[in-house]
């Protein structure tokens, strides 16, 4: 019987390579995405891969419209096997005087917000499963914070605090919680925003001298949702480069 | 298999996590190479490694003394002109509290754990470095986080190897090679048991969030994916491989 992940933020980025990566693997993979067409879109990369996907719209900061996909996926597959809680970005990059009250929840509520509501729901199936892993996405400036992102950095360290304590709830049921947390990374969203300059100095800063690819995150998803990482609960596994050695 | 043809030496590779450690690597198809004081028990697993079909050899190392680290070099090297994989897992444990720690057992715990993994290192970096490309994983302990009791030369040796790392990560990184710690909780393995009753050592591997005896293979997992090419872009890292007891 094939896995089922679902996978929030799975249309683009380094959730697209997860979604692919998963399906790879052979387990059934629920995009979750409030891109619709990006998310129908890596859904049918997978199929032509011969992988199984299907796509779902979501306000990851609505907890009905979350409800409602978690149950979607419950009623076509009984089960979820691994939730992969991605959807997230920085959005606004201002100093704290020019943050509004909305702005900073905004941010606050797509990255931190949206992976408690998803943990929410999928937790009471994993436990009624006795299974399940959760990985969520920090930052590795949730562990060194950035200037002009104050509300991107609280809610990349909040998930790690976060995730630490529903690892210690469900590991009674056999339920592991993990993060992974990238450091500059290839993405189309912050390769839109490197111009040559920046890039170079940031290359400079890390020990291994590049930027990271999406594929090296889903590597790391990967683990996170094998045996490999069978007794490694509230954990954050930092894929950087050597950027960040927390 | 993930490591096929893959030079990796193992030190402390003689008995428990060492030993799971070389055994799991050998059925990713890598060679080992066996360094411990523990030379028959080297020979035994140098004997399952070839049996599960790749290429070992066992070197009696002592990892704190010059002399036997280069004779461990020396005799990888000419058995298999490279190394692409380090595993410094060898280590010891003995107990005492600071006010009453004679200074040698300090010196020797420190030169076992931690001068033990710079030596290693050392000799073997330049193989790695002139194919730009290797592997560096340390075995560390929870302990480097959380302190012990009667274990204060442990502690700081194990909380030195995750320093050591991060600044080998740095040095190597321009030339492809990766460097981490992973930090076990304690394990049923013969160094914890040796000061603890029966009753105590149950007591204290269920005492986690899992509620898992964790064994030396359970370590495995986390090695073969840092070993691996799936962790090219993970460096300067410690990874907890600990059923949760501590969360850094």
């Known amino acids: ?246 | 298999m993930r490591l096929r043809e893959k030079i990796a030496v193992v030190t402390g590779g003689a008995q428990g996590i060492g030993r799971a450690v070389a055994l799991g690597l050998a059925r990713e198809g890598a060679n080992i190479v066996v360094a411990d004081l523990q030379a028959d028990k080297a020979k035994a697993v140098v004997e399952e490694a070839r049996a599960a079909g790749v290429e070992s050899l066992a070197v009696e190392t002592d990892v704190s003394r010059e002399d036997s680290v280069k004779n461990l070099a020396e005799q990888t090297l000419n058995r298999f002109d490279r190394v692409d994989i380090l595993i410094n897992d060898a280590g010891i444990f003995p107990q005492a509290r600071v006010a009453e720690m004679a200074e040698e057992d300090w010196d020797r715990v420190l030169d076992v754990n931690l001068g033990g993994n710079f030596l290693c290192c050392r000799a073997f970096v330049p193989s790695m470095r002139a194919r730009k490309s290797g592997r560096v994983i340390s075995i560390a302990s929870g302990i480097a986080h959380t302190g012990a009791v009667s274990g204060a030369h442990y502690a700081a040796s194990k909380a030195g190897i995750i320093g050591f790392i991060k600044a080998l990560a740095r040095e190597l990184g321009p030339d492809g090679i990766t460097a981490n710690a992973i930090c076990p909780s304690i394990i049923d393995t013969a160094l914890p048991r040796g000061h603890r009753s029966a009753e105590e050592m149950k007591e204290r591997l269920l005492r986690n969030p899992l509620g898992h005896v964790m064994q030396p293979e359970d370590l495995v997992g986390a090695v073969l994916f840092l070993a691996s090419d799936a962790a090219a872009y993970i460096t300067g890292q410690a990874v907890n491989v600990n059923c949760g007891t501590v969360m850094i």
Request: proline share 4%; charged share 25%.
């Open chain 1, 1 to 246: 019987m094939n896995d089922i992940a679902l996978v929030t933020g799975g249309a683009n980025g380094i959730g697209r390579a997860v979604s692919l990566k998963l399906a790879s693997m052979g387990i059934i993979v629920a995009v979750a995405d409030w891109d619709e067409k990006s998310a129908d879109d890596t859904c049918a990369a997978i199929r032509s891969r011969g992988g199984n996907a299907e796509s779902f719209r979501v306000d990851v900061t609505r907890a009905a419209d979350v409800r409602e996909v978690v149950a979607a996926v419950i009623q076509r597959h009984g089960r979820i096997d691994i939730l992969a809680n991605i959807a997230g970005g920085s959005i606004h990059r201002k100093r704290i005087e020019e943050l509004s009250w909305s702005e900073w929840k905004e941010v606050v509520d797509i990255n931190l917000k949206g992976t408690f509501l998803f943990c929410r729901e999928a937790a009471s199936i994993m436990i009624r499963q006795k299974r399940g892993r959760i990985v969520n996405t920090a930052s590795n400036y949730g562990v060194t914070g950035s200037a002009l992102r104050t509300p991107y950095s609280a809610a990349k360290a909040g998930i790690i605090g976060f995730s630490k304590s529903l690892a210690l709830e469900l590991a009674p049921h056999g339920i592991l919680v993990n993060v992974v947390a990238p450091g500059p990374t290839d993405t189309p969203r912050v390769m839109a925003n490197w111009t040559p300059e920046l890039r170079k100095k940031r290359e400079e800063e890390i020990p291994l001298g590049r930027t990271g690819r999406p594929d090296d995150l889903a590597e790391a998803f990967r683990f996170l949702c094998s045996d490999e990482s069978a007794w490694m609960t509230g954990q954050t596994l930092h894929v950087n480069g050597g950027l960040v050695m927390p």
